[in-house]
């Protein structure tokens, strides 16, 4: 019998895993953001110092890994493994970039999911005695995803006003055995989960279904309320697709008031021209590694759900007609071991 798991999906860790460092990287745009004043680089070359904006993006893997790496006090040798992943074909980003870091690799695809789906999968290694040290990793930008789902650039296609804006961001964190925190005590793994949005452009309202079944599996198989949390955070449902997902919590008598996401916190709406906030697994992973995790560790948060979703599709997919799936993964990060 699994003495680890927690009712259909979830995973209590026998010892909480510490994230011991983190670090991160933006483009110029996400840097004139709210958080601007928080990332540990950011970049007014959108190619980052290459030649092709793919190559751009292995570049930010390395150097948020590397930032990571500096504030645990660990050299890259020391992880069992990276768990990585980004946007683009084969995840080629972290790829190339696990190449040159010359550590063991673990490439994931969970589209924005991608940062939790990689720090469960090293929390789990962690806590089952296989790792004292991982790493996990995501990125994403916003050129060779327009390339890549929708348009190139030199297009000039229009969005519409329920698209996301894919940030040019990576994030990256460290966890290991011992530490004082930052603490990740609980997983829970994601369901596919698809309501039939075929509409590439409206992401946040085909993956919030996903993000309702993952919080909702999260907190019956824990037995934990909502109210637990001082923070569920989504990453990235933007501005419609948390609409959605406060909908379905409010059928079921439920106010999600501590509800918040990363789309809607690494842009200003209002003065930015992303219209329903920022999308791209970048983007989670930079507003949890530049600004989440550091409330946990000064204490002005104690328990958060960090709670990524992604969308499932791609343009062959739709062209067939198919449906943009959604999964969602969580992770609960705590104060306390």
């Given at each position: 019998?699994?003495?680890?798991?927690?009712?259909?999906?979830?995973?209590?860790?026998?010892?909480?895993?510490?994230?011991?460092?983190w670090g991160n990287i933006v483009g110029k745009k996400e840097g004139e953001g709210p958080l601007g004043g928080l990332f540990d680089q950011i970049s007014q070359d959108s190619y980052f110092g290459e030649?092709?904006?793919?190559?751009?993006?292995?570049?930010?893997?390395?150097?948020?890994?590397?930032?990571?790496?500096?504030?645990?006090?660990?050299?890259?040798?020391?992880?069992?493994?990276?768990?990585?992943?980004?946007?683009?074909?084969?995840?080629?980003?972290?790829?190339?970039?696990?190449?040159?870091?010359?550590?063991?690799?673990?490439?994931l695809y969970g589209a924005c999911s991608t940062m939790a789906e990689s720090m469960a999968l090293a929390a789990l290694l962690i806590d089952g005695g296989f790792a004292d040290f991982a790493g996990a990793?995501?990125?994403?930008?916003?050129?060779?995803?327009?390339?890549?789902?929708?348009?190139?650039?030199?297009?000039?296609?229009?969005?519409?006003?329920?698209?996301?804006?894919?940030?040019?961001?990576?994030?990256?964190?460290?966890?290991?055995?011992?530490?004082?925190?930052?603490?990740?005590?609980h997983v829970t793994v994601g369901k596919v989960v698809d309501r039939a949005i075929k509409d590439p452009n409206n992401m946040g309202a085909a993956m919030a279904p996903a993000a309702y079944d993952t919080?909702?599996?999260?907190?019956?198989?824990?037995?934990?309320?909502?109210?637990?949390?001082?923070?569920?955070?989504?990453?990235?449902?933007?501005?419609?697709?948390?609409?959605?997902?406060?909908?379905?919590?409010?059928?079921?008598?439920?106010?999600?008031?501590?509800?918040?996401?990363?789309?809607?916190?690494?842009?200003?709406?209002?003065?930015?021209?992303?219209?329903?906030?920022?999308?791209?697994?970048?983007?989670?992973?930079?507003?949890?590694?530049?600004?989440?995790?550091?409330?946990?560790?000064?204490?002005?948060?104690?328990?958060?759900?960090?709670?990524?979703?992604?969308?499932?599709?791609?343009?062959?997919?739709?062209?067939?007609?198919?449906?943009?799936?959604?999964?969602?993964?969580?992770?609960?990060?705590?104060?306390?071991?």
């Amino acid at each position: 019998m699994a003495e680890k798991q927690l009712g259909s999906a979830s995973f209590a860790l026998a010892r909480p895993v510490t994230v011991l460092g983190w670090g991160n990287i933006v483009g110029k745009k996400e840097g004139e953001g709210p958080l601007g004043g928080l990332f540990d680089q950011i970049s007014q070359d959108s190619y980052f110092g290459e030649q092709t904006w793919e190559k751009a993006e292995s570049a930010m893997q390395r150097q948020a890994v590397s930032a990571a790496l500096e504030r645990s006090g660990q050299p890259a040798s020391a992880l069992t493994a990276l768990f990585g992943g980004d946007l683009m074909n084969q995840c080629i980003a972290t790829s190339y970039a696990a190449r040159s870091l010359n550590v063991p690799l673990f490439g994931l695809y969970g589209a924005c999911s991608t940062m939790a789906e990689s720090m469960a999968l090293a929390a789990l290694l962690i806590d089952g005695g296989f790792a004292d040290f991982a790493g996990a990793v995501a990125s994403s930008h916003f050129c060779t995803a327009e390339r890549q789902y929708r348009t190139p650039l030199e297009y000039g296609g229009q969005r519409t006003p329920n698209a996301q804006w894919t940030a040019t961001a990576c994030g990256a964190v460290v966890l290991a055995r011992e530490g004082s925190g930052p603490y990740i005590s609980h997983v829970t793994v994601g369901k596919v989960v698809d309501r039939a949005i075929k509409d590439p452009n409206n992401m946040g309202a085909a993956m919030a279904p996903a993000a309702y079944d993952t919080i909702s599996t999260h907190l019956s198989d824990t037995g934990r309320s909502a109210g637990f949390y001082d923070l569920i955070v989504t990453g990235d449902l933007g501005k419609l697709g948390s609409r959605v997902l406060k909908e379905l919590f409010r059928q079921d008598g439920m106010e999600l008031n501590n509800h918040n996401d990363c789309g809607l916190m690494l842009f200003d709406l209002q003065r930015q021209d992303v219209h329903c906030g920022g999308s791209g697994c970048g983007c989670s992973a930079a507003v949890l590694t530049a600004l989440l995790l550091e409330q946990v560790k000064q204490g002005k948060l104690h328990n958060i759900l960090f709670c990524a979703t992604g969308a499932l599709h791609s343009p062959t997919a739709l062209g067939q007609g198919e449906s943009i799936p959604g999964i969602c993964h969580a992770v609960a990060i705590t104060d306390t071991p």
